[in-house]
């Protein structure tokens, strides 16, 4: 079997594009065996049906924005690019259907032609829909929590190449786990998200000192639908950033300066710097002191997309754990002191998001009011000392790590962290009880 160059899948040519597979951080690459590029959910089930004859193992990639090796794989590699566009518009249920391939920037823009939203999404919109759902991708919210939370309904191709639906009503309890599946419960192929009539939103943007931002965090998240910061280690600066619908009228950044700030400083000359903190480690404080005070305070009204939604040219590779949201504060404090008296040079800032709690079994906010601490490294920069020091903090305040990022935890601490992590595992073994779609890193995290 194997993909040819009009993109369907057949039966024949077993031989298929073949080649190695780099993800976005480039910190992960694989080798398959073979490559598919379906054009249909049939295709798709019949490339899973193949892949099982010749004893392959089978993964779906989108744009590997994961940092994780959660879509390598050595035997078929499913790339669902033609699988891309709205299904269907549910006004009366306040849903779209829309095909797992799609990009989120393509259903973001489609959604506001037709005057709707989703409530809430992730600091950038390049991920397909079903990579950034099923990793549990998401973005900052008082009361409105992942992408993933948003899910309505879903389909995917089990191992046998049958096709699964499930809702809150239909398969319940497939829809409980596989909303954020990591791919090891079949492979999704259309989601069916709740939207909401368009808005607009205020951002509210601004510098301010890491101790008031600590002194007042409960304040500034209660006061706010959507609170966020930016710390910048070797100093004391953080950027705020404040979203709150509004009445309008819309407010967008002024084009050059949307440019100068967004592109210029926030990438290009971010770039640079990270290639001088790169080449000699011993700038790096002076060039975060800089950095910190290089955005003003700025304020504007736009559609959600293009206020939650930002441009990230500068490679990196991240690690980002939840914890729970009353442990935030102490947790970044812990985390600064082991930086300060550390002889880490970092670069890249510290962010910390929140998310309520949800339903969803492997949620990283899974029963519980969340707080994000993400940290990053420049691409090509040594970052393991970092992340495992990092590491250490997190985990003692009963840590989760994201599911699309780096870290080291296995299937015995996850277990502990996760109420029901069991409940997952044995789907899964129901599901695809040899394993079709896993690798070494489910096997890892999920065990064997």
């Given at each position: 079997?194997g993909?040819?160059?009009?993109?369907t899948?057949?039966?024949?040519?077993?031989n298929?594009?073949?080649?190695t597979w780099?993800?976005?951080g480039?910190n992960v690459s694989?080798?398959?065996?073979?490559q598919?590029v379906p054009a249909?959910v049939g295709?798709?089930?019949e490339a899973?049906?193949?892949a099982?004859?010749?004893?392959?193992?089978?993964?779906?990639?989108?744009?590997?924005?994961s940092?994780?090796a959660?879509?390598?794989t050595d035997?078929?590699l499913?790339?669902?690019h033609?699988?891309?566009?709205i299904?269907?518009?549910?006004?009366k249920?306040m849903?779209?259907?829309v095909e797992?391939?799609?990009?989120?920037?393509?259903?973001?823009?489609?959604?506001?032609?037709?005057?709707?939203?989703l409530a809430?999404m992730?600091?950038?919109?390049?991920?397909?829909?079903?990579?950034?759902?099923?990793?549990?991708?998401?973005?900052t919210?008082?009361d409105s929590a992942s992408?993933a939370a948003?899910?309505r309904?879903l389909?995917l191709?089990?191992?046998d190449?049958?096709?699964?639906?499930?809702?809150?009503?239909?398969?319940?309890e497939?829809?409980?786990?596989a909303?954020?599946?990591?791919?090891?419960?079949?492979?999704?192929t259309?989601?069916?998200f709740?939207?909401?009539?368009?808005?607009?939103?205020?951002?509210?943007?601004?510098?301010m000192?890491?101790p008031?931002?600590?002194d007042?965090f409960?304040e500034?998240?209660a006061?706010n639908?959507h609170?966020?910061?930016?710390?910048?280690?070797h100093?004391?600066g953080?950027?705020?950033?404040r979203?709150?619908r509004?009445?309008?009228?819309?407010r967008p950044v002024?084009p050059?300066?949307?440019?100068f700030e967004?592109?210029?400083?926030?990438n290009g000359v971010?770039q640079?710097?990270n290639?001088?903190?790169?080449?000699v480690?011993a700038t790096?404080p002076?060039i975060a002191?800089?950095?910190s005070r290089?955005?003003?305070a700025?304020?504007?009204?736009?559609?959600?997309y293009k206020v939650f939604t930002s441009p990230?040219?500068?490679?990196?590779?991240e690690m980002?754990y939840?914890?729970p949201r009353?442990?935030?504060?102490e947790?970044?404090r812990?985390l600064?002191a082991?930086?300060?008296r550390?002889?880490?040079?970092i670069?890249?800032?510290?962010?910390v998001?929140t998310?309520p709690?949800?339903?969803?079994?492997?949620?990283?906010?899974s029963?519980r009011?969340?707080?994000?601490?993400a940290?990053?490294?420049f691409?090509?920069?040594p970052y393991?000392s970092y992340f495992t020091a990092?590491?250490r903090?997190f985990?003692a305040?009963e840590g989760?790590?994201?599911?699309?990022?780096?870290?080291?935890?296995?299937?015995?601490?996850?277990?502990?962290?996760?109420p029901?992590?069991?409940?997952?595992?044995?789907?899964?073994?129901?599901?695809?009880p040899d394993r079709?779609?896993?690798?070494?890193?489910l096997?890892?995290?999920?065990g064997?």
């Amino acid at each position: 079997m194997g993909s040819t160059t009009n993109g369907t899948y057949r039966r024949s040519g077993r031989n298929g594009r073949n080649g190695t597979w780099r993800n976005w951080g480039g910190n992960v690459s694989a080798r398959p065996a073979r490559q598919a590029v379906p054009a249909s959910v049939g295709e798709l089930a019949e490339a899973v049906r193949g892949a099982a004859e010749d004893g392959l193992r089978v993964k779906a990639v989108g744009t590997g924005h994961s940092f994780t090796a959660i879509a390598a794989t050595d035997g078929l590699l499913i790339r669902p690019h033609l699988l891309t566009g709205i299904r269907r518009i549910d006004r009366k249920a306040m849903t779209v259907t829309v095909e797992a391939g799609t990009p989120l920037k393509r259903l973001n823009v489609a959604l506001a032609r037709e005057g709707l939203s989703l409530a809430n999404m992730g600091d950038i919109m390049e991920q397909t829909v079903s990579g950034a759902t099923s990793t549990g991708t998401h973005g900052t919210g008082r009361d409105s929590a992942s992408i993933a939370a948003q899910i309505r309904g879903l389909e995917l191709v089990t191992a046998d190449g049958s096709v699964l639906t499930c809702s809150a009503r239909e398969n319940p309890e497939v829809f409980a786990a596989a909303r954020i599946g990591l791919g090891a419960l079949g492979i999704v192929t259309a989601i069916t998200f709740a939207v909401q009539p368009l808005f607009l939103l205020t951002a509210r943007e601004e510098p301010m000192p890491l101790p008031r931002v600590l002194d007042r965090f409960d304040e500034l998240w209660a006061e706010n639908e959507h609170f966020e910061f930016y710390w910048f280690p070797h100093t004391d600066g953080t950027i705020t950033k404040r979203n709150n619908r509004g009445a309008g009228p819309e407010r967008p950044v002024p084009p050059l300066r949307g440019w100068f700030e967004d592109e210029f400083l926030s990438n290009g000359v971010f770039q640079a710097a990270n290639w001088a903190g790169r080449a000699v480690p011993a700038t790096v404080p002076a060039i975060a002191r800089i950095s910190s005070r290089a955005l003003s305070a700025r304020s504007y009204t736009d559609i959600p997309y293009k206020v939650f939604t930002s441009p990230r040219r500068v490679r990196f590779v991240e690690m980002e754990y939840a914890v729970p949201r009353e442990a935030a504060v102490e947790a970044v404090r812990e985390l600064k002191a082991m930086i300060d008296r550390s002889r880490l040079r970092i670069s890249f800032p510290v962010e910390v998001r929140t998310a309520p709690a949800d339903d969803i079994t492997l949620s990283t906010a899974s029963g519980r009011d969340t707080a994000y601490i993400a940290v990053h490294m420049f691409r090509g920069t040594p970052y393991r000392s970092y992340f495992t020091a990092a590491e250490r903090v997190f985990t003692a305040y009963e840590g989760r790590p994201h599911w699309g990022k780096v870290h080291t935890r296995t299937a015995e601490h996850l277990a502990e962290v996760y109420p029901r992590f069991g409940e997952f595992t044995a789907l899964r073994d129901r599901l695809d009880p040899d394993r079709r779609f896993q690798n070494d890193h489910l096997r890892r995290v999920l065990g064997p």
